[in-house]
T-cell receptor
Framework: KAGVTQTPRYLIKTRGQQVTLSCSPI?????VSWYQQTPGQGLQFLFE???????NKGNFPGRFSGRQFSNSRSEMNVSTLELGDSALYLC????????????FGPGTRLTVL | QKEVEQDPGPLSVPEGAIVSLNCTYS??????FMWYRQYSRKGPELLMY????GNKEDGRFTAQVDKSSKYISLFIRDSQPSDSATYLC??????????????FGTGTSLTVIP
């Protein structure tokens, strides 16, 4: 079974630009969560999607948004990029079955110049 | 108070040592407990998963959950240089229609010296 895939793996943008990151969950997983990871703040929860609906949202500004498609693939968008948005963005999928395990993708490393 | 507390280390041990990593938590409703291993510049890899209390063993790794003390542990026996990574604990409530959020510790950086 293929794991969680994320594209692109690396991205360099400048301040003020916007960026869209993509995530394909494990086949059959309908729950997708996004996280931001930085050395100073650790792993911070952005949002969770299930069946195309956002169910939970972390404490991030409205510049961070996401969506999920009918095939469970998900995208997140960051508008008006700031230097502080430089981070590893991780997507994780979960079957929400009897075993509530969450599996991560390799991440997208975003650098904002 | 954070939902999950984890000593960030760093922790440095000689090869072959037994490593003990720990997390405490505040929400007694947590039911699912996980340990992740994360190598530098990679995504976290699910290492151990436990439901409710008890022990689980997988090769050199043992996960323990003590719900009465709100304390979870990961033991690594016969540690190897390849175990050098950051270890994250995570936990969650029972998933529901309203959400399935996971709560993470800050991670403990481990170095195993050959």
């Amino acid at each position: 079974k293929a794991g969680v895939t994320q594209t692109p793996r690396y991205l360099i943008k400048t301040r003020g630009q916007q960026v869209t990151l993509s995530c394909s969950p494990i086949s059959g997983h309908r729950s997708v969560s996004w996280y931001q990871q930085t050395p100073g703040q650790g792993l911070q929860f952005l949002f969770e999607y299930f069946s195309e609906t956002q169910r939970n949202k972390g404490n991030f500004p409205g510049r961070f948004s996401g969506r999920q498609f009918s095939n469970s693939r998900s995208e997140m968008n960051v508008s008006t990029l700031e230097l502080g948005d430089s981070a590893l963005y991780l997507c994780a999928s979960n079957s929400q079955g009897a075993d509530n395990e969450q599996f991560f993708g390799p991440g997208t490393r975003l650098t904002v110049l | 108070q954070k939902e999950v507390e984890q000593d960030p280390g760093p922790l440095s041990v000689p090869e072959g040592a037994i490593v003990s990593l720990n997390c405490t938590y505040s929400n007694s409703a947590f039911q699912y407990f996980m340990w992740y291993r994360q190598y530098s510049r990679k995504g976290p890899e699910l290492l151990m998963y436990t439901y409710s209390s008890g022990n689980k063993e997988d090769g050199r790794f043992t996960a323990q959950v003590d719900k009465s003390s709100k304390y979870i542990s990961l033991f690594i026996r016969d540690s190897q240089p390849s175990d050098s990574a950051t270890y994250l604990c995570a936990m969650s409530l029972a998933p529901s229609n309203t959400g399935n959020q996971f709560y993470f510790g800050t991670g403990t950086s481990l170095t195993v010296i050959p």
